[in-house]
């Protein structure tokens, strides 16, 4: 996953953003200025007020999952505030690009956002890590690190210094290898293919041998079936299943080991998130690790059921990927985090820490969950 | 993990209960049998009401993550519902015995609890399927299959006809397989094995040729040493190092096939649950949620740092089962589930749901997370 809609540039979102609303925008920013009752304790004159966000998304309007939980968090948090926090969810689009969803927030306009770290690694390399890096960490361990093991005090110190406050918010599990209209039996098979595969996923493809190749969420389906790429990522069984890759490709390949995990964010900022009543505060914070882990079971409910009706319709073949080229897309994973973390003193603390609690928990992982699973 | 303290008589727990607080328990009583707000919209009449409640736990007092989350989810609530649930929480024994708690919040006099459903598998066996069953599914499965899967809806209607309200709260992660002081080379060596290993795991390994040995929580330790038992399972590294056995048993091993995932159980009297604002009801269900998931994340993370803690004193060897043990006990662990049904239709009905579920989500499971683990 990656890239769900193009990127459009800051001009078009600020044109489509002063349309919409200017008068928003400017009380977005005073209220995003407005940091004085931050230190002050709870009171009934806080637990009066009503505060009218909004939360822009990166995903499609109302998609599966991803979109649908952010309405229902947003539903949850108007209802367990009592109306205090009013939270009107825009998707991908609806009020500015979905790729300046990072910017509508940092700027103050719009207060809240849902989308996944990594699609603002170009700002911020760093930001990987609390999303997805290749052959990085599973979902059980990845929350483990961001919640327990320090993973999520080096977003909110790397979020805070540019004005926003992160909470992780979901994950999709593991990922699919992606749809290829050619068999791959080994590195070899690697060369020339032209991949639909963004981020670092797509700069380890190229290491390989591959060419990794930038199409908008909406031209995919047409680019594969005209033979002008030869392979896609997208998300897994049920997203793909949604896209109708299966009837264009013969060959569905895992495991997906660009994204073994991807987290994904709900964001505020900062001035916006600070400014709350503390109880309000908390809230946010509790509902958004509520989501956390249940869009995780839904990702896998619903992919169990879609990978069934793949199969059942018979016209791929499900293959993985053979080892050598798993172990070769390791290597090149190892390389491309080694030239992002050069380039950038806070990516190598945040990969020095997250490198470090998966060193250790998969000691733990070895002997627990892995050891149980070909017994179940 | 089962059976964290004695198990009392009723007689003793009424006699307790009513030693600690009869003005309670009565209060409690009339609140759970007034049933008269519950189809109410919410009012502001509602809003002003404040719910003394009590939540008894099965764990001993502030026990490490289990106690602890409990004592956490108490505050939340009161700050996040602006002080109108206001709930004690109860360590085991401190206001009823740890075993009775099912029993104190069914009467009403205790409106809730934390727990684990598998405790009261002598009253209603099909309370298994809702925490853990041998061979069963890991966390991640029994989540997808609890909140998405149909599982949730099997535990509210077999808990509702009871008068309770469940909500599933915390998870385990897989347990270890427990202490030895024999080593293990095959099933033969589980002859004449004495183990404490309660609930479903203590009947399979009794089938296996061991006996399964109940004593209580405060008592295994001396029991391991004196040699009166041969093996303990416990939880997990942290809990176990907490208890001390690695100073007494050579060997520790894995993985813990009697329980490859926990689920937790917050559990309201459905009464005084039903006669709460709703507002009040959908935050307890968001918290619940939220516990479900970052209980479980703790454990992995502590779980991580006492593994390397045993490693690292060079005491104990940590062995897995061999595989003809495995396979013999997951021969056995059918053959119990199987009585387990055959005696009760509702367990029957959620075995069918259970074990359809683990089969269908096995296919994905086997396609991503557990091919990208050798990677990782």
Redesign the interface.
């Known amino acids: 996953m990656y890239n769900m809609t193009k990127k459009n540039t800051r001009r078009s979102f600020i044109k489509k953003l002063s349309k919409v609303s200017t008068a928003t925008i400017a009380s977005g920013l005073i209220a995003a200025c407005d940091n004085s009752t931050s230190k002050k304790k709870k009171t009934n004159n806080n637990?009066d007020q009503i505060f009218n966000w909004k939360c822009v998304t990166v995903w499609p309007p109302n998609f599966p999952i991803l979109g649908e939980s952010v309405n229902n968090l947003a539903k949850?948090l108007f209802?367990?505030s009592?109306g205090r926090l009013n939270i009107k969810v825009y998707g991908g689009g609806e009020l500015v690009p979905a790729l300046e969803s990072f910017d509508a927030v940092q700027l103050g306009g719009v207060q809240m956002m849902h989308g996944a770290a990594y699609y603002w690694a170009g700002k911020i390399p760093a930001s990987v890590f609390f999303t997805a890096t290749p052959?990085?960490?599973?979902?059980?361990?990845q929350?483990?690190w961001?919640?327990?093991?320090g993973g999520n005090e080096l977003w909110k110190e790397l979020y805070n210094k540019i004005g926003l406050e992160p909470f992780p918010c979901g994950n999709t599990?593991?990922?699919?290898g992606g749809w290829f209209n050619t068999k791959i039996n080994s590195t070899k098979d690697l060369k020339g293919i032209k991949m639909r595969i963004p981020g670092l996923g797509g700069k380890v493809f190229t290491k390989a041998g591959g060419t990794s190749v930038t199409v908008p969420g909406g031209e995919i389906y047409t680019n594969l079936e005209r033979g002008v790429i030869d392979a896609t990522e997208w998300i897994?069984?049920y997203h793909d299943y949604l896209m109708g890759f299966h009837k264009i490709a013969k060959y569905y390949y895992?495991?997906?080991?660009h994204e073994?995990s991807a987290t994904l964010e709900l964001v505020c900022n900062k001035k916006a998130y600070d400014s709350l009543p503390?109880?309000l505060q908390?809230?946010i914070k509790?509902?958004s690790?509520?989501y956390?882990?249940?869009m995780?079971?839904?990702f896998?409910?619903?992919?169990?059921?879609y990978?069934?009706k793949i199969?059942q319709e018979g016209k791929n073949e499900?293959l993985?990927f053979p080892e050598d080229v798993?172990?070769a897309l390791?290597g090149y994973s190892e390389d491309t985090l080694n030239e992002l973390i050069a380039n950038d003193p806070f990516a190598k603390k945040v990969n020095e820490s997250f490198q470090a609690f998966?060193k250790?928990?998969?000691?733990?992982?070895i002997?627990?969950?892995?050891?149980?699973?070909p017994?179940?």
């Open positions: 637990k949850e209802d367990l009592d052959f990085g960490m599973n979902t059980r361990e929350n483990a961001l919640l327990y093991g599990g593991t990922q699919m897994g069984p895992y495991p997906g080991w073994p503390e109880d908390v809230l509790a509902v690790l509520k956390n882990g249940i995780m079971s839904e896998e409910k619903f992919n169990t059921e990978l069934q199969v499900i993985p798993m172990e390791k998966k250790n928990i998969k000691q733990w992982s002997i627990s969950t892995d050891a149980m699973q017994y179940l």
